[in-house]
C-alpha cells in the first residue's frame, strides 16, 4: 500500500505564490507517472500538470506560464510551484502517482487534496 500526502495550500492574494508537496511512502518499487489535478465543488476534477513515464511534463493551457511540476526522486516527493495565482485557481489540489510495487503490479494513487483559495 502506499500513501500520498499533501501540503501547502492556504490563502493567498490575487497575484500571490504557494508551493504544494506531495510525499509518497509505502510500497514503493517504482513511479510510472505523477501529476496534479484540482476539483471545485460541482466541476469534474481536471489536470493542472503532469510528469509522464519517459519524463516528459505536460501543463494544462490555463496554468501554462505560471506553474511549474518537479519531481525528487530521492525522497519521492512531488511539487507544484503556483506563482501569479488567480482567483479562478481556487480549488482543492490533489496528487496523483502511478506506482509499481514490489509485487510487480501497478496502481493508481490519489492523495486527500489541500485546499487553494486565491482571493481577488
Known amino acids: 500500500q502506499v500513501q500520498l500526502v499533501e501540503s501547502g495550500g492556504g490563502l493567498v492574494q490575487a497575484g500571490g505564490s504557494l508551493r504544494l508537496s506531495c510525499a509518497a511512502s509505502g510500497d514503493i518499487s517504482i513511479i510510472n507517472s505523477m501529476a496534479w489535478f484540482r476539483q471545485v465543488p460541482g466541476k469534474q476534477r481536471e489536470s493542472v500538470a503532469r510528469?509522464?513515464?519517459?519524463?516528459?511534463?505536460n501543463y494544462s493551457d490555463f496554468v501554462k506560464g505560471r506553474f511549474t511540476i518537479s519531481h525528487d526522486a530521492a525522497q519521492n516527493l512531488l511539487f507544484l510551484q503556483m506563482n501569479n495565482l488567480k482567483p479562478e485557481d481556487t480549488a482543492l489540489y490533489y496528487c496523483?502517482?502511478?506506482?509499481?510495487?514490489?509485487?510487480?503490479?501497478?496502481?493508481?494513487?490519489w492523495g486527500q487534496g489541500t485546499q487553494v483559495t486565491v482571493s481577488a
Open positions: 496523483y502517482e502511478n506506482i509499481k510495487g514490489r509485487s510487480g503490479s501497478s496502481r493508481p494513487y
Open positions: 510528469i509522464s513515464n519517459n519524463g516528459d511534463i
